[in-house]
């Protein structure tokens, strides 16, 4: 059996012990469906109501993803803006930590307060929550060409663009790319969260409804297709990492071949 | 031998041309007031085709050199003259090596010692359409020069540190460049590596003649390559003794141990110890 697989397999153990441990733990010590539903009491519900739960999960994708667009597009601008010009580095980075550090659950009311309830304020708080990985992962892309290599380059006359295009931007792609599935498990957050604040549509919205009511298995099957959501855009974008960017991890791949 | 010989007449062309020019080039860093001189008012002059090694303690300045040459660094007094013309203005036609090979992980051997194609004058031009053809040839060549013709379509992290180093000398070769500039090329590879490397140098210079300047902390390395070597001081550095090396060529490892080797080597050592030690008192 391949590493590989075995891996995968291990994987997949530990996810249905995990269900298995939980399920048992709920029937020996009795406790109420309640407090926390059995497993197989959500996966229940999951199926009776996939007909109801299925446009709110469409809601929550479509506004994470466009969040997420928009999110990566001003992230690859104020990386590559960053990543190219110190001055812009000095002048920028300071505002960009700050807004960073402001937690997202913050701003939601006041986007609220621009856009109304809906869609919009899901699809920025999106944004809002997606871009700085991005940010910082371009900008440390771009920085980190070796300095003998850029003196080779310019001895030969090469310009700043000549530079970015050979060498810069070839070399952030592997930071670009991981930083995509980590900033589209953000997305994903903020749009949940904004729904659960101000919405009528969404998962978020379904689990703060479901809770209000006391239907607690719903709750849960909420949180199960936010987590299968979020594995899911998490494996397309290695997906694509994997075949864009297979220099940066084939190292690993020879050896064993 | 006659003089005759030695002074041809009426034949300028024959006269060595001045490949590279340093005059009273002299370089200070950091914020006006507080500056720190690194190389004081130095005076070089490399004729086209030779092969000048530099020498001296560490943080002499050896690089700054280099780094003037290339026209990356402008003097903050003199002038740097390069193939006639003062550097910064463009289209110099320049290969650089450095002990770190710099090899862009993304690309084969033949892309990565393809790429100065794609930048310098006139080979740009035609890189896409010769890229395939010519141009792959013209790698295949040079790469077949230094013994790594079967690697041409591996990735840098399938080859060794020492064969690195032979493409990172192909990537400076490439674009046939006048003056070849090189900064301890050979600094990170062990003795068998280095010495093997010093043979492929030497057949590489052999056989195109350009202009080199390398800097090296090898002694040996410096008398086995060079036809003339530069001995700086220590910091703020400037050339305390300038030297041809006549041993006949091609030169070998065996030579090495010969007592003119040794003698010339031993010579150096004490040049360096002495510039070291008065940087030591004046410091103190
Ligand atoms: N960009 C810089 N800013 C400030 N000081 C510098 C800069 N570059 C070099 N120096 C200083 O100039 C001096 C000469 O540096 P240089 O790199 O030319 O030395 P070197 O002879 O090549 O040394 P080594 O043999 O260790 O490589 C050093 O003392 C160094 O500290
Ligand atoms: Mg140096």
């Known amino acids: 059996m391949s590493y590989d697989l075995r891996r995968r397999l291990w994987a997949a153990l530990l996810i249905l012990g995990f269900f298995a441990a939980w399920e048992i733990l709920c029937l020996v010590l009795q406790v109420s469906d309640l407090v926390l539903p059995r497993p197989t009491q959500v996966f229940a519900t999951l199926a009776a109501r996939f007909g109801i739960l299925l446009p709110h999960v469409m809601q929550t994708l479509w506004t994470t993803m466009i969040g997420f667009v928009l999110g990566v597009t001003v992230g690859v601008v104020i990386g590559a803006a960053i990543g190219v010009s110190r001055t812009a580095y000095d002048t920028v980075y300071p505002l960009l930590i700050g807004f960073s550090s402001i937690p997202k659950v913050a701003v939601v009311p006041i986007f609220v307060l621009w856009f109304g309830s809906g869609a919009t304020p899901a699809i920025l708080t999106a944004l809002a929550m997606c871009f700085f990985p991005i940010v910082v992962n371009i900008a440390t892309g771009l920085a980190t060409t070796e300095p003998e290599l850029e003196d080779v380059l310019k001895s030969l006359g090469a310009s700043r663009l000549d530079i970015l295009w050979n060498v810069g931007l070839p070399r952030t792609m592997p930071f670009f790319f991981a930083s995509l599935k980590i900033a589209v498990t953000f997305a994903f957050v903020g749009s949940v969260l904004s729904e659960t604040v101000a919405s009528n549509k969404g998962i978020g919205n379904v689990m703060m409804t479901a809770s209000s009511n006391f239907d607690v298995p719903l709750v849960f099957a909420g949180l199960f297709l936010l987590a299968a959501l979020g594995i899911l855009l998490y494996v397309a974008f290695s997906l694509v990492e994997a075949r864009v960017t297979g220099w940066a991890t084939r190292r690993q791949g020879f050896a064993s071949a | ?284």
């Open chain 2, 1 to 284: 031998m006659s003089r005759s010989h030695a002074i041809p007449q009426g034949h300028p062309s024959i006269a060595p041309s001045i490949a590279v020019e340093l005059s009273q080039a002299a370089v200070s860093f950091g914020k006006p007031g507080k500056t720190v001189a690194a190389l004081q008012e130095t005076n070089l002059r490399i004729a086209a085709g030779e092969f000048v090694a530099l020498v001296g303690p560490s943080g002499c300045g050896k690089s700054t050199i280099l780094r003037l040459t290339a026209g990356l660094l402008n003097p903050t007094r003199g002038a740097v003259i390069v193939g006639g013309r003062e550097v910064g203005a463009k289209a110099l036609r320049i290969g650089m090596a450095f002990q770190n090979p710099t090899m862009l992980p993304w690309l084969t051997i033949e892309r990565n010692v393809m790429l100065p194609l794609k930048i310098v004058r006139p080979f740009r031009s035609d890189y896409r359409a010769k890229r395939r053809t010519e141009f792959r040839d013209r790698v295949h060549a040079l790469l077949a020069d230094v013994g790594l013709d079967k690697f041409a379509n591996h990735y840098p992290w399938q080859l060794s540190g020492g064969m690195l180093q032979r493409a990172n000398l192909c990537r400076a070769l490439i674009h046939e460049p006048s003056l070849l500039l090189l900064d301890e090329p050979f600094g990170a590879l062990d003795q068998f590596t280095r010495e093997e490397l010093w043979g492929t140098m030497q057949s590489l210079w052999l056989k195109r003649k350009p202009t080199v300047l390398l800097i090296t902390h090898d002694l040996k390395e410096a008398g086995f390559l060079a036809s003339r070597i530069c001995v700086m001081s220590a910091r703020p550095g400037r050339i305390i003794d300038d030297s041809a090396v006549d041993f006949p060529r091609p030169r070998t490892v065996d030579m090495t141990f010969d007592a003119d080797f040794v003698a010339l080597n031993q010579r150096l050592r004490d040049l360096i110890i002495d510039a070291r030690s008065d940087a030591a008192i004046q410091g103190a």
